[in-house]
């Protein structure tokens, strides 16, 4: 019932700046989307937590994007942003949002199809 759609991945050079958006679509009663966030995985790494960021605006980061990157949220479009400033190589990462839904009594985690962020010079 979810369907959540990126954009915004590419190339940038050490240093740089990228902004991903994440935009929910929901079909369906008594959908509600809470938490939507951003994930990232390297080949042969287990998926990590980027940012999230829940309905009511409560924030969490992880260690290694604090005081670069920026999540942010629309809650009238259902739409998720990450402004990633001062980028670094070990940044490079497929980047998948998600979002934690509840219908009725029942809830589950959707994700993305993920986007390609590179960072090279």
């Known amino acids: 019932q979810v369907q959540l759609v990126e954009s915004g991945g590419g190339l940038v050079q050490p240093g740089g700046s990228l902004r991903l958006s994440c935009t929910a679509s929901?079909?369906?009663?008594?959908?509600?989307?809470?938490?939507m966030g951003w994930y990232r995985q390297v080949p042969g790494k287990e998926r990590e937590l980027v940012a999230a960021?829940?309905?009511?605006?409560?924030?969490n980061y992880a260690d290694s994007v604090k005081g670069r990157f920026t999540i942010s949220r629309d809650n009238a479009k259902n739409t998720v942003y990450l402004q990633m400033n001062t980028l670094k190589p070990e940044d490079a990462a497929v980047y998948y949002c998600?979002?934690?839904?509840?219908?009725?009594?029942?809830?589950?985690?959707?994700w993305g199809q993920g986007t390609q962020v590179t960072v090279s010079s």
């Open positions: 929901a079909s369906g009663s008594f959908v509600r989307i809470n938490a």
């Open positions: 998600n979002a934690k839904v509840s219908i009725l009594l029942t809830s589950r985690d959707y």
């Open positions: 960021i829940t309905s009511d605006n409560f924030i």
